[in-house]
């Protein structure tokens, strides 16, 4: 049986789970390109969370609930 990148102890090392989390964020950004949602994130130069469009369109949001509501 594959051993799936675990090591002897059937635990990843903190690089695999390192390397997981972040091609499971690049899919579900993909996914949301594919479908036309918007993508929310937070800016820190602005300290504000940021919404922004299939169409380009960039929206600052007040409250994650307000993410929420839009896509």
Do not use: W
Request: glycine letters at 6%; hydrophobic letters at 35%.
């Amino acid at each position: 049986m594959e051993n799936m990148g675990f090591d002897k102890n059937n635990q990843m090392t903190d690089e695999q789970e390192v390397e997981r989390a972040q091609a499971a964020v690049r899919m579900e950004l993909e996914k949301r390109r594919l479908l036309g949602q918007p993508i929310a994130y937070f800016d820190f130069q602005r300290n504000k969370i940021i919404c922004e469009y299939p169409d380009g369109r960039i929206e600052e949001v007040d409250k994650a609930s307000e993410v929420l509501a839009h896509g």
